[in-house]
């Protein structure tokens, strides 16, 4: 609403910035949201949640049904081994790549590894091209009623809010060389982090059990956590919300 507001009302475009700025934080929240909704639909409905899905992209740039090509197809099927992972951390000598080069690599490939991924599961990707076009035609749609307003309260949040969430997925797997759904994933317990971000803390715990809902994740840690080894961080954000 304050999006849609900043872009409706508003003709000065630093006012129209400040809203953007304000509203960076909240997009983020709703990015580590998606993640979740992709997992587990927030209604029963096609329609509804195809409706909810526009909106998540003007505010995330994510498409929900090629974020779950990408990332459950994907990711969930080939993380135990990081050089197949489509979200990989490893360099081909083993080694583990910085943050930057991370968040670099994923942004650029992608949109051509979750192509690729679709290819053994068309008729997802025909529903990612679905919502692509609609996706392509409501920011045009924005894009020719307010140029400016658009470039500044949607594109470019799209961008950041994009990396910055490409950024946070970088410590949850960084460094784990594992063989099991119990030492490859990292697990960050901090109340105000799972609050802020939908529990997405309790990665070890969600990739277990796919299914769990973000709400629930918690008490499932609590239930599996004396089978989880102690693991080394690796990265400061693991080592201060651990």
């Known amino acids: 609403m304050v999006q849609f507001f900043g872009f409706f009302i508003l003709k000065d475009p630093i006012q129209a910035a ?22 587990v639909p927030i209604f029963r409905g096609d329609i509804a949640n195809r409706i909810l899905n526009l909106f998540l992209f003007l505010e ?16 969930h099927k080939l993380y135990l081994d990081p050089h197949k992972d489509p979200s990989r951390w490893v360099r081909a000598d083993g080694s583990s790549m910085s943050h930057l080069e991370f968040v670099i690599r994923y942004f650029f490939s992608y949109p051509f590894k979750t192509i690729r991924i679709g290819k053994s599961y ?12 609609i996706a392509a035609i409501a920011l045009t749609a924005l894009l020719v ?9 949607f594109v470019t949040p799209i961008i950041l809010v994009w990396i910055t969430f490409i950024g946070i997925s ?9 063989t099991n759904h119990y030492d490859a994933s990292h697990t960050k ?5 799972n609050f802020l971000f939908f529990n997405n803390g309790y990665h070890l715990a969600h ?7 973000w709400s629930e994740l918690p008490e499932f840690h609590e239930s599996i956590k004396h089978k989880i080894p102690e693991l080394e961080p690796h990265t400061l954000v693991n080592r201060i919300f651990k």
């Open 189 to 193: 317990t901090n109340p105000v982090i």
């Open 122 to 133: 068309p008729k997802l990707r025909s529903r990612v091209d679905q919502d692509l076009v």
């Open 207 to 213: 990739h277990v059990n796919p299914s769990v809902h």
């Open 170 to 178: 970088y410590d949850d797997h960084v460094g784990l060389h594992g």
């Open 145 to 153: 009623w307010n140029p400016i307003n658009a470039l500044i309260l």
């Open 18 to 39: 400040i809203v953007a700025a304000f509203l960076l934080l909240p997009q983020t929240i709703v990015a580590t949201f998606i993640h979740n909704h992709a997992h």
């Open 60 to 75: 995330t740039g994510m498409l929900v049904s090629g974020y779950a090509l990408y990332h459950i197809w994907g990711h």
